[in-house]
């Protein structure tokens, strides 16, 4: 009998390490991250991505990207490097599965 009694703690122990390790059902649907879509609206200036101090390549006038992100708060920064000066620079808060735009036309 107390060798059943472990069997079955064991077999429970090892359900419950098993549903821990489960992913939340936003990150099994692929949800884990976030978007930031971000636009260049300027007619000449083209624009170097940074957020957080990283460079992310460059927006060219009347381009937009979107960069997955992990759940956060992020510096961006947009900066002219042809035409014009750019935009001011922003925080922004990333969250699971949300998306946010914003646009720069300077």
């Known amino acids: 009998m107390k060798n059943i009694q472990q069997i079955l703690a064991l077999i429970f122990a090892s359900l419950i390490l098993m549903s821990s390790s489960c992913l939340p059902e936003d ?58 000066s750019g935009c001011n620079s922003f925080s922004v808060v990333i969250q699971a599965c949300d998306r946010q735009g914003f646009s720069c036309s300077y």
């Open 27 to 84: 990150e099994e649907a692929g949800c884990a991250k976030g978007t930031l879509n971000l636009t260049n609206k300027s007619l000449y200036t083209v624009q170097k991505v940074k957020i957080n101090g990283v460079n992310y390549g460059t927006l060219d006038p009347g381009d937009s990207e979107d960069y997955t992100l992990s759940p956060g708060e992020y510096y961006v920064q947009q900066v002219g490097i042809s035409g014009g």
